[in-house]
């Protein structure tokens, strides 16, 4: 079922520093990337998504960049701050609204 | 709207014990879902619904596991008999994905299996 992979696994950044995490996928039906944010003991909330007839997209500090050739995506964390230490996950799904198949996630801890 | 409501958050139970986890969604959300989580496997889609009608259920690791969805306000996810390898956290997620893409979490069930 491991559809999308996701890298790093983990990611220790400096407080102002910019971290990216990767993304790949295998199914070229995909045409939905959204990503998710995960504090410790709650459930994952939607943070950012993107649909593959853009190459980017933006809301405040963070940006989705979207390869569709190379079947690859990423986000990037502006200016990041110790609030943003959480577990990231990406998915894929088709917009048809078939199953959200997450990325085995990467926790980030942004240091002060 | 008091979100996802996921029963109960904690579970310690032992080995051949019967599991049932439960789930409230939002109103008017026709799509929900079972993950579980665990560091070496990430979020797994165990099963998921469109208007309480089980779409695909290939993620469900083996018999021992079967879910209902009897009506759009409650899903049960049961484990039986539990071994310890089903020690994880299970969440429920729901949202009219279809439409806008986006799932609501739940806080999760954790489940401890002796």
């Known amino acids: 079922q491991q559809q999308v992979k996701q890298s790093p696994q983990s990611l220790i950044v400096q407080k102002g520093g910019i971290p990216i995490i990767n993304c790949a996928y295998e199914?070229?039906?995909?045409?939905?990337f959204p990503w998710y944010q995960q504090f410790p003991g709650k459930g994952p909330a939607l943070l950012i998504a993107?649909?593959?007839?853009?190459s980017e997209k933006k809301e405040g500090r963070f940006t989705i960049s979207f390869n569709k050739s190379a079947k690859q995506f990423s986000l990037h964390i502006m200016d990041s701050q110790p609030g943003d230490s959480a577990t990231y996950f990406c998915?894929?799904?088709?917009?048809?609204?078939?199953?959200?198949?997450f990325g085995k996630g990467t926790t980030l801890s942004v240091s002060s | 709207d008091a979100g996802v409501i996921q029963s109960p958050r904690h579970e310690v139970t032992e080995m051949g014990q019967e599991v049932t986890l439960r789930c409230k969604p939002i109103s008017g959300h026709n799509s929900l879902f079972w993950y579980r989580q665990t560091m070496m496997r990430g979020l797994e889609l165990l099963i998921y619904f469109n208007n309480n009608v089980p779409i695909d259920d290939s993620g469900m690791p083996e018999d021992r596991f079967s879910a209902k969805m009897p009506n759009a306000s409650f899903s049960t996810l049961k484990i039986q008999p539990s071994e310890p390898r089903d020690s994880a956290v299970y969440f429920c997620a729901a949202g009219q994905f279809a439409n806008t893409g986006e799932l609501f979490f739940g806080e999760g069930s954790r489940l401890t299996v002796l």
């Open positions: 993107i649909r593959p007839d853009v």
């Open positions: 998915a894929a799904s088709t917009q048809a609204g078939t199953a959200l198949i």
């Open positions: 199914n070229t039906a995909f045409d939905y």
